[in-house]
């Protein structure tokens, strides 16, 4: 009923940056936060940002100044603006949203299939 598509990863070096994005789509009523996890090998899924649909923005602390996330609520989308890439942002990031689906009465959480980050000199 909902799909996350994320795209925008990749490989790059120490410094460098990208952005990624993750559209929603399918039987849409109402979107409410939407975010983006990581992964890396061995590791947790945590949190790296979110954002409320009026744009209230939470960073995790190892990303704040560095990261940006935004969204285009007319296109739902999330992005994920990365700036100074270190190794150790290096993982799989999962774009997640919270979502009302038409005839629904209730949000649900949503994750998108994952986008590679790899930051290697």
């Known amino acids: 009923q909902v799909q996350l598509v994320e795209s925008g990863g990749g490989l790059v070096q120490p410094g460098e940056s990208l952005r990624l994005s993750c559209a929603a789509s399918?039987?849409?009523?109402?979107?409410?936060?939407m975010g983006w996890y990581r992964q890396a090998p061995g590791k947790e899924r945590d949190l790296v940002a979110r954002?409320?649909?009026?744009?209230?923005?939470t960073y995790a602390n190892s990303v704040k100044g560095r990261f940006t996330i935004s969204r285009d609520n007319a296109k739902n989308t999330v992005y994920l603006q990365m700036n100074s890439l270190k190794p150790e942002d290096a993982a799989v990031y999962y774009c997640?949203?919270?979502?009302?689906?038409?005839?629904?009465?209730?949000?649900?959480?949503?994750w998108g299939q994952g986008t590679q980050v790899t930051v290697s000199s």
């Open positions: 997640n949203a919270v979502v009302m689906v038409l005839g629904m009465m209730t949000y649900n959480a949503y």
């Open positions: 399918g039987r849409l009523f109402s979107i409410g936060d």
């Open positions: 954002i409320s649909s009026d744009g209230t923005t």
